[in-house]
């Protein structure tokens, strides 16, 4: 049975209890669909053979190996992370197009007595309906940017934001970038597999509420911002928030000399600002890292480096506030106080 999809809430609605990726396991690193579990019929260097086969040999050949493929990993499959399902087990199994591998595997479960569906257009299908989200549709909520300088605590007034039921998209956390220190630290996943949470984040908004949104530029690390959500955020009100170079150099040096960043990493990247700062400057910046002296090194960078950049990169675009608030001091106490000043400013946007 084929099943077809509108929303993501269809998935949920239709109460799988698994979603399984037949597809080869690069192509499910790559991308996949929310919640699936990879038990691969083929595996990269099998598909592979089999696709050689298919095109310089036959499609006979290649029909008839690729099935004996399919049967000994489905029985892998059934002794291994199968074995103890139950008779009421009901899976949607889905592949590239909904073709020949989700279909043999499905087919084997249907004859174990197993309520088995198949995702009709299999990964492509979705991949249509993310595409369409992100690349064709406007943004239905009211975006708001919330902006500030480096070390301002935006990330953490944005998660704060979140926990008082404001509507947020936390790009740097779908993303899995951890900015902005020289550049983001941290295994960025696919381009597909971030729009795929973008598309899941974007779909759970309430469209009548604004949603606030950290600013960023067109890029997150090595990924894009979708057109549509870039646009939406090019003319969002801004709202910035701010605070003293000492208690923003205290803040990244908590964020960032925490020991989830080696020194050697950020040594190696603070050579990339040689050509810009000179090689004595970059050296004092080195010195003063390796010698655990974050915070005076964050202040430093933060009056030469960063906020001279941001500045001049909010008058190329003409960047204007519809307010904007200041704490002394980025502690629990003082980010609460943005975080509290900022969702009063949202609910009057």
């Known amino acids: 049975m084929a099943f077809t999809f509108k929303t993501l809430s269809?998935?949920?609605?239709?109460?799988f209890d698994?979603?399984?990726d037949v597809r080869s396991p690069s192509e499910f690193a790559e991308d996949h669909l929310p919640g699936a579990i990879s038990l691969p019929v083929l595996s990269d260097n099998e598909r592979a053979e089999v696709g050689t086969i298919y095109t310089r040999v036959s499609p006979f050949k290649a029909r008839k190996i690729g099935a004996a493929l399919v049967a000994k990993n489905a029985a892998a499959h059934l002794q291994g992370p199968l074995a103890d399902k139950l008779g009421s087990w009901r899976p949607l199994i889905y592949c590239w197009r909904g073709g020949q591998r989700s279909g043999s595997f499905a087919a084997i479960l249907g004859q174990i007595g197993w309520r088995v569906e198949v995702l009709d257009g299999g990964?492509?299908?979705f991949r249509r309906r993310v595409v369409n989200a992100l690349y064709e549709r406007e943004m239905a909520s009211k975006v708001i940017l919330l902006d500030g300088n480096t070390g301002s605590g935006k990330t953490e007034v944005l998660h704060r934001l979140a926990l008082r039921g404001v509507q947020v998209l936390d790009l740097e956390g779908l993303a899995k970038h951890r900015g902005s220190v020289l550049g983001g630290f941290g295994e960025q996943p696919s381009q597909k597999a971030f729009e795929t949470e973008l598309y899941r984040a974007i779909d759970a908004l309430e469209p009548s509420r604004?949603?606030?949104v950290e600013a960023e530029?067109?890029?997150i690390g090595a990924l894009n911002v979708t057109p549509k959500l870039f646009e939406a955020m090019r003319a969002a009100p801004r709202v910035v928030i701010s605070a003293p170079v000492p208690a923003r150099a205290a803040f990244l040096a908590r964020t960032y000399g925490d020991g989830s960043v080696g020194r050697e990493e950020f040594v190696e990247r603070l050579g990339k600002l040689v050509d810009l700062r000179g090689r004595a400057q970059v050296q004092t910046w080195k010195s003063g890292v390796m010698d655990g002296r974050f915070e005076?090194?964050?202040a430093s960078l933060i009056e030469q480096h960063y906020d001279p950049r941001y500045g001049r990169?909010?008058?190329r675009i003409g960047a204007s506030s519809v307010a904007s608030f200041e704490a002394e001091h980025l502690d629990d106490a003082g980010l609460d106080g943005l975080t509290d000043q900022v969702a009063g400013a949202v609910n009057t946007l």
């Open 18 to 20: 698994a979603i399984i």
């Open 123 to 125: 990964y492509q299908s």
């Open 217 to 219: 530029s067109s890029r």
């Open 210 to 212: 604004p949603v606030v």
């Open 296 to 298: 005076e090194v964050a």
């Open 10 to 15: 269809d998935f949920a609605d239709a109460d």
């Open 313 to 315: 990169v909010r008058e």
